[in-house]
């Protein structure tokens, strides 16, 4: 982590648990920014809204890193879009892990990782960048966990699952062991996977069943 200040992109709720990490941290934050003009000057946990997203030019990469406030819902690609604009430019993102979080020393983490109080994540798991890893989510061992994914709160992941990039894993969900979720996928909340998922495939039920 660096000691650069930091904004934090996204004015909502998920910001808020963000901003929580970097308090305890006892980072320096710049502001927030967000979509809706409207919230400039107002604050979210003390921290000012201090514009819409592009206002972030106003600093350069040398100045501040940037903290993906966004989260994934479904088939949503905002995040993505957010951290591929920025990154372009030459902006950083920063990689956040809360105090509570369980992480093993043999869990390679990318840039621009989030992971959430509660998370538990075992030895060989390897996280690609602006993946999410949301509150009280399970990571067992030797899991890939590719680029822009969003595991939410309260998903277990068994050992040796691959999860494509973009993929969506509903709260609750559970991927058996040796599973493969493929790019973009999403699978609904309390969904148990037993098979292996196709690409852009939405799944739900017990066991998973396709609905699109």
């Not at 909502?12 to 000057?41: E, P, V, Y």
Request: aromatic share 4%; with cysteine; charged share 15%.
């Amino acid at each position: 982590m660096s000691q650069l200040p930091v904004i934090v992109i996204g004015a909502g709720g998920h910001s808020k648990a963000l901003i929580d990490i970097l308090h305890q941290s006892n980072r320096q934050i710049i502001g927030c920014t967000g979509l809706n003009k409207g919230l400039n000057g107002t604050e979210i946990m003390s921290e000012a809204v201090i514009g819409i997203d592009e206002d972030i030019y106003k600093y350069t990469p040398r100045e501040v890193r940037l903290v993906n406030g966004l989260v994934t819902i479904g088939t949503s690609n905002r995040r993505k879009e957010i951290y591929d604009h920025f990154s372009k430019a030459g902006y950083l993102f920063e990689t956040l892990i809360h105090p509570t979080a369980v992480v093993s020393e043999e869990v390679g983490i990318a840039q621009g990782v989030l992971i959430m109080a509660g998370a538990k994540l075992m030895p060989g798991v390897h996280i690609a960048k602006n993946a999410l890893i949301n509150m009280s989510a399970v990571v067992d061992h030797d899991c890939n966990i590719g680029s822009h994914v969003h595991i939410s709160p309260g998903a277990v992941i068994c050992g040796a699952v691959s999860i494509g990039s973009g993929a969506f894993i509903g709260a609750g969900a559970v991927v058996i062991q040796g599973v493969t979720i493929g790019k973009d996928a999403v699978i609904g909340a309390g969904a148990v996977v037993t098979k292996d998922v196709p690409a852009k495939h939405r799944m739900v039920g017990v066991p998973v069943r396709r609905i699109g």
